[in-house]
């Protein structure tokens, strides 16, 4: 499956996502796409809006190594536990790293990609990334997430990123540009 990123302001990115209901084919060559382009990004999270796709999936691996790849579908947090504040950034968001308060540790609750029920733990990092990519899920980026002082400092950044990846609009045909 080709899939390509989506870039900020992207109205995908604030939109809420649906469950998965069909666990086949074409769920797992969605996962494998995700995962090759978190790696070839370099990222250490993908969610499924961040491809344009919007589902209740994502996929992390907080080492970089392969066989710490994780698929999530259908993922719910709970025993959000202790406060840590931390700069983050996000492969959709490019260039602008905010620091963002998350809980230090929390359990998962999700469908591995077979549909079945599994249950994990984790802190720190992987704590974090799990919460970042739960926010995509619900239509939410770090700049939410942030103070109003730290999106002032990326500001420009932002406004870049707006000139660059604003929606694409219906073009008339064969406008008068030439
Ligand atoms: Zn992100």
Not at 69 to 95: F, H, K, M, R
Not at 96 to 119: K, W
Request: aromatic share 4%.
């Amino acid at each position: 499956m080709s899939l390509s990123l989506v870039y900020y302001p992207d109205p995908r990115l604030r939109e809420a996502c649906a469950p998965v209901k069909t666990f086949d084919e074409s769920l797992r060559r969605l996962a494998e796409g995700m995962l090759e382009v978190m790696a070839a990004k370099r990222g250490v999270g993908l969610a499924g809006p961040q491809v344009g796709v919007l589902r209740r999936i994502f996929v992390c691996n907080h080492t970089g190594e392969p066989g710490d790849a994780q698929i999530y579908v259908n993922p719910e947090l709970t025993d959000l536990v202790g406060s840590v504040e931390a700069d983050e950034g996000c492969l959709c968001v490019p260039g602008v790293y905010v620091p963002v308060r998350r809980a230090q540790r929390c359990a998962i609750r999700a469908c591995d990609i077979e549909g079945r029920p599994i249950e994990r733990a984790g802190e720190n990092l992987l704590a974090r990334i799990w919460q970042h990519e739960a926010d995509h899920l619900e239509g939410v980026l770090i700049l939410d997430r942030t103070s109003a002082v730290a999106k002032l400092a990326v500001r420009n950044t932002l406004r870049e990123l707006e000139k660059t990846h604003r929606p694409v609009r219906a073009r008339a045909p064969f406008s008068s540009r030439g």
